[in-house]
Structures are given as structure tokens and as C-alpha cells.
């Protein structure tokens, strides 16, 4: 494997002797050419399924807690983030989002996929340390973006008194 080198440097490959430029052409032509339009299938069916079982779930809310809409969402989603932590704690999500793609990545069950797969891999260094150090340090550019995000939408609808209440 080559080393970061000043250009025109020969990197030793084997028994070849390429420059950088030369590697990263060879590599070029041997790395496997992506399935764009069946990775785009496989995430949109993946995707659309988590969307579907979260429908499903709302409507068993609405239906047997006599829920809105409106009410049932939240446990809805609570539904959907448990489901994603068991499935990543057993090992199956992973697998799913190999396959699939950014199909289980943009739902909200791939953000709860990345906290419990970053606590599961960091539990040996202890529950503070290491479980609640490493976990938020990826959901800490999240919640950063979602501050910043609701705090530039509540500065346009100040400016332009536009109601809050939807």
C-alpha cells in the first residue's frame, strides 16, 4: 500500500515501481464500477418499507389509543427508534443498510442505527466514557444542526410574523 509521498515520487508496488498519479490510475481501472439505478431501487424499496411500518404503526395508535394524527406521531417515532436499536443490538440493521444503502440511513431509524452501533462498539471503555462520550459525539453535530436550523426558521418567522402554530 502506498505512502503519502512528495509528487513524482516512486511508490513500491509488489515488484513495480509506479508514481502516485500512475496507482491512482490502476486502481482506477480496477475498482468495480457502481449499480447506480439498482442501488437507487434498493434504498427506495428499504426506505419506503421503514416509512410504511411507521404508517402502519401511527394507524394502530389512531386505531386502538383513539389517538390523532397529530398525537400519535411522537410515539410513533419512539416505536420506530426502539425497533432500530433491537434490530442493531441483534446485528440484522447492519446487514440491511449494507444492502440497502442510504435507504435505512435517512430515516430516523438510521441516526438511532448509528448512536446504539457507537455504543455497542465503545461499552468496554465504561457507561460515562465510553458509551456516553463516544455515543454524542456523533449525535453532537446533529443536535448542533438542529439548534442552528430551528433558530434561522424562528429568526424568518419573527421577520416576517409568520405564526408558529401549524
Not at 509521498?5 to 509506479?18: D, T
Not at 411500518?53 to 397529530?70: D, E, K, N, P, Y
Not at 433491537?86 to 447492519?94: A, C, H, K, Q, W
Request: aromatic share 8%; glycine share 12%.
Amino acid at each position: 500500500m502506498p505512502t503519502k509521498s512528495k509528487p513524482g515520487a516512486r511508490v513500491k508496488l509488489n515488484h513495480l515501481l509506479l508514481t502516485e498519479e500512475e496507482y491512482k490510475q490502476v486502481a482506477d481501472e480496477h475498482k468495480p464500477k457502481p449499480n447506480i439505478w439498482g442501488n437507487c431501487l434498493k434504498a427506495f424499496l428499504v426506505g419506503g418499507f421503514i416509512c410504511l411500518v411507521g404508517q402502519g404503526i401511527q394507524q394502530l395508535f389512531m386505531t386502538f389509543a383513539g389517538m390523532t394524527s397529530r398525537e400519535a406521531s411522537s410515539p410513533t417515532v419512539a416505536v420506530l427508534i426502539l425497533i432500530s436499536v433491537i434490530l442493531t443490538s441483534l446485528g440484522v440493521y447492519d446487514k440491511i443498510a449494507q444492502w440497502a444503502g442510504a435507504g435505512t440511513a435517512v430515516p430516523v431509524t438510521g441516526f438511532a442505527n448509528s448512536m446504539c452501533s457507537s455504543a455497542i462498539e465503545s461499552r468496554a471503555e465504561g457507561l460515562v466514557l465510553g458509551v456516553g462520550a463516544n455515543m454524542f459525539k456523533l449525535a453532537g453535530s446533529v443536535v448542533v444542526f438542529g439548534v442552528v436550523a430551528a433558530f434561522v426558521v424562528g429568526v424568518i418567522y419573527a421577520i416576517f410574523g409568520l405564526e408558529g402554530g401549524h
